[in-house]
């Protein structure tokens, strides 16, 4: 038993103290080893579930935001953010929680109609030949880019249309 163990059996009446186990040196070492390995793994586990708590909340964001958005998309009117005469009353309550998203960090980026550069971190799911195209443009969003307080949460998808010839 180690000093604090005997020390802690001095707090207790004599007839209650336990005593000293008559285990040697090495089993002692044994038992500590043991018991910093299972520390050890312990630490690893909670840090393990603090990263999967990110990623879970990342898949989450990812998941509303393009749910938002393409609600968003089915309620405006074409090339517009006004709301359809139909949606209108519904549309507040969505704007309200892509409100609360953004004070929260969360910023959702169509690319539609946007230039294209091949730099661009968007991923172009098809080169589509577009008549009346002079350079390379988002025609269309498959799914937005999310970020969160900076941090990419999701790639956007897209289709680049490209000038014919």
Same mark, same amino acid.
């Given at each position: 038993?180690?000093?604090?163990?005997? %020390?802690?059996?001095? /707090?207790?009446?004599?007839?209650?103290?336990?005593?000293?186990?008559?285990?040697?040196?090495?089993?002692?070492?044994? %038992?500590?080893?043991?018991?910093?390995?299972? @520390? &050890?793994?312990?630490?690893?586990?909670?840090?393990?579930?603090?990263?999967?708590?990110?990623? &879970?909340?990342?898949?989450?964001?990812?998941?509303?935001?393009?749910? /938002?958005?393409? /609600?968003?998309?089915?309620?405006?009117?074409?090339? @517009?953010?006004?709301?359809?005469?139909?949606?209108?009353?519904?549309?507040?309550?969505?704007?309200?929680?892509? &409100?609360?998203l953004e004070k929260d960090g969360v910023?959702?980026?169509?690319?539609?109609?946007?230039? %294209?550069?091949?730099?661009?971190?968007?991923?172009? /799911?098809?080169?589509?030949? @577009?008549?009346?195209?002079?350079?390379?443009?988002?025609?269309?969003?498959?799914?937005?880019?999310?970020?969160?307080?900076?941090?990419?949460?999701?790639?956007?998808?897209?289709?680049?249309?490209?000038?014919?010839?």
């Open positions: 038993m180690n000093t604090s163990g005997r %020390f802690r059996q001095m /707090l207790f009446p004599r007839e209650f103290r336990i005593p000293a186990t008559p285990w040697d040196a090495d089993v002692v070492a044994q %038992f500590e080893r043991v018991a910093q390995l299972i @520390t &050890d793994r312990a630490r690893e586990l909670a840090q393990c579930r603090e990263s999967d708590s990110a990623a &879970d909340r990342r898949a989450f964001l990812a998941e509303i935001g393009t749910g /938002l958005w393409r /609600l968003r998309q089915k309620m405006t009117q074409p090339g @517009t953010n006004m709301p359809l005469e139909e949606m209108r009353r519904a549309y507040r309550h969505l704007e309200s929680v892509w &409100d609360t910023k959702i980026y169509d690319h539609t109609g946007e230039n %294209f550069d091949a730099g661009r971190s968007i991923k172009v /799911l098809a080169y589509q030949p @577009t008549p009346g195209l002079r350079r390379e443009r988002v025609t269309e969003t498959i799914k937005p880019t999310i970020y969160a307080k900076d941090d990419l949460v999701q790639m956007g998808e897209v289709i680049v249309g490209t000038p014919e010839n």
